[in-house]
C-alpha cells in the first residue's frame, strides 16, 4: 500500500510569491493533518480534517495560510503571500477513524527567500 | 508550560547502554499515548503505542504512569541504529507532540 505522499519534496520560492503544498492520503484514512516543523519550534498542528471537513484550524499562523480538502483523496496548504518564516518542513499525516495512530508523509521542505 | 513535555536531552550513549526518556502530559482525559521516532531529514514514524499495562517490544519498553501522568521508554542494548530523535505524543481526540528528545549512541 502506498502510504501518504506529498509533493513537491522540495520547494524553493521566493518573498511574495504564493506556494502549494499537496498531500494524498492513505486510502480509506477519514482524518488529515498538517504540521509544520521547525528547529525553533518543534511539530506543531496547523490544521486537521475529518471526512474532507476542518475541525479544528486554531494553529494556522495567520490569514495567509489556507488549506481545502476538496475530496477524501486530495488536500492543499496554500500561503499567499509567502514570507521567509515560513521556511520550514511542512508535513501531511493521515490516521483511520478507530485509531490515534498517524501516519506521516515524506514532507515538503520550503525555503522562502 | 507545554502540554507534553520531554527530557531536553541531547542523550549520547555508548553501544550496548541502557536509556530511558520520560515525557510528562498535562491533559488529565488523555486517552491515547505513542512513542515515535524520528530520523534526521525523515517524517516521524510510529515506534510503539504505550498501554496502562506497560508493552515490551524487543528491546524497547514502554511505560504509562496515569496518576503521575508521565510516559517512559526505556531502550536495552543500545545499538548505532538506535540514533533518532524520539517523540512523546499524548492524544485527547487530538495528538499532541513533544519536542523530542536527540539520542546519539556511539561506538
Known amino acids: 500500500d502506498a502510504g501518504v505522499i506529498q509533493s513537491p519534496r522540495h520547494e524553493v520560492t521566493e518573498m511574495g510569491q504564493e506556494v502549494t503544498l499537496r498531500c494524498k492520503p492513505i486510502?480509506?484514512?477519514?482524518?488529515l493533518f498538517w504540521y509544520r516543523q521547525t528547529m525553533m519550534r518543534g511539530l506543531e498542528l496547523l490544521i486537521y480534517f475529518n471526512n474532507n471537513v476542518p475541525i479544528d484550524d486554531s494553529g494556522m499562523p495567520e490569514d495567509r495560510f489556507s488549506a481545502k480538502m476538496p475530496n477524501a483523496s486530495f488536500s492543499t496548504l496554500k500561503i499567499q503571500p509567502s514570507e521567509p518564516r515560513d521556511s520550514a518542513v511542512y508535513f501531511c499525516?493521515?490516521?483511520?477513524?478507530?485509531?490515534?495512530?498517524?501516519?506521516f508523509g515524506p514532507g515538503t521542505r520550503l525555503t522562502v527567500l | 508550560r507545554k502540554e507534553v513535555e520531554q527530557d531536553p536531552g541531547p542523550f549520547n550513549v555508548p553501544e550496548g547502554a541502557t536509556v530511558a526518556f520520560n515525557c510528562t502530559y498535562s491533559?488529565?482525559?488523555?486517552?491515547?499515548f505513542f512513542w515515535y521516532r524520528q530520523d534526521c531529514r525523515k517524517e516521524p514514524k510510529l515506534l510503539m503505542s504505550v498501554y496502562s499495562s506497560g508493552n515490551e517490544d524487543g528491546r524497547f519498553t514502554a511505560q504509562l504512569n496515569r496518576a503521575s501522568q508521565y510516559i517512559s521508554l526505556l531502550i536495552r542494548d543500545s545499538k548505532l541504529s538506535d540514533s533518532a530523535t524520539y517523540l512523546c505524543?499524548?492524544?485527547?481526540?487530538?495528538?499532541?507532540f513533544g519536542d523530542g528528545t536527540t539520542l546519539t549512541v556511539k561506538p
Open positions: 499525516a493521515s490516521n483511520g477513524a478507530s485509531t490515534d495512530t498517524q501516519y
Open positions: 486510502s480509506g484514512h477519514d482524518y
Open positions: 491533559n488529565s482525559a488523555s486517552q491515547s
Open positions: 505524543v499524548v492524544s485527547a481526540g487530538k495528538s499532541t
